[in-house]
């Protein structure tokens, strides 16, 4: 079946670094594009940016773009998000998500991360 | 910069037909738009119920079904039941690698 588990959440102060890991199983990984969405403590979910099965197109929110980066390695079947100049709006739950057909359908469990001094 | 938008609350009786929208603040959703639908309770991550406007996600009972209905995405539950309350999202594709939820609808059975 397929498992999604995210994992690098914490606290991190404004300015600063953290790296999101997705580790996948269950499926042909390299076949797939894999999405991360958030959520802000008691808002609504926001996605967040896109990679294409094989690296070679990357997609990013407005909101994100220019400080996060998603990359993955299809030989350790792994997802990351590398977030710099974190700011507190930043703070949420991260969620990476496996696509179908233009959308999420798997998702992992969330890892939370939280920017603040 | 366009808005999808859902309907804040809805209400339906345990057995009853709900069926919940989710359009654009200006334009029309279409299928090119691969709208789909998730259900989130609290504490949880989210459950895809539908994709590319009315395929079931794996799991996912008949109760649920997509559609367009006139400008809008549409979800439909039948024979609501009480684990069906809570949050739903719709999501749609906009194109040039650009994804955009809906604001959410709490979905209360009653």
């Known amino acids: 079946q397929v498992q999604l588990v995210e994992s690098g959440g914490g606290v991190v102060q404004p300015g600063g670094s953290l790296r999101l890991s997705c580790a996948a199983s269950g499926f042909t990984f390299s076949s797939y594009g894999m999405h991360w969405v958030r959520q802000a403590p008691g808002k609504g979910l926001e996605w967040v940016t896109f990679i294409r099965y094989d690296g070679s197109n990357k997609y990013y929110a407005d909101s994100v773009k220019g400080r996060f980066t998603i990359s993955r390695d299809n030989s350790k079947n792994t997802l990351y998000l590398q977030m710099n100049s974190l700011r507190t709006e930043d703070t949420a739950v991260y969620y990476c998500?496996?696509?179908?057909?233009?959308?999420?359908?798997?998702w992992g469990q969330g890892t939370l991360v939280t920017v603040s001094s | 910069q366009t808005v999808v938008t859902q309907e804040p609350s809805f209400s339906v009786s345990p057995g009853g037909t709900v069926t919940l929208t989710c359009g654009l603040s200006s334009g029309s959703v279409s299928t090119s738009y691969y709208p789909s639908w998730y259900h989130q309770t609290p504490g949880q991550a989210p459950r895809t119920l539908i994709y590319?406007?009315?395929t079931r996600s794996s799991g996912v009972p008949d109760r649920f079904s997509g559609s367009i209905l006139g400008n809008k995405a549409a979800l439909t539950i039948t024979g609501a039941q009480a684990d069906d309350e809570s949050d739903y999202y719709c999501l749609l594709y906009m194109g040039s690698g650009n994804w955009v939820f809906g604001g959410g609808t709490k979905l209360t059975v009653l």
């Open positions: 590319s406007t009315n």
């Open positions: 998500a496996k696509d179908q057909y233009y959308a999420p359908d798997y």
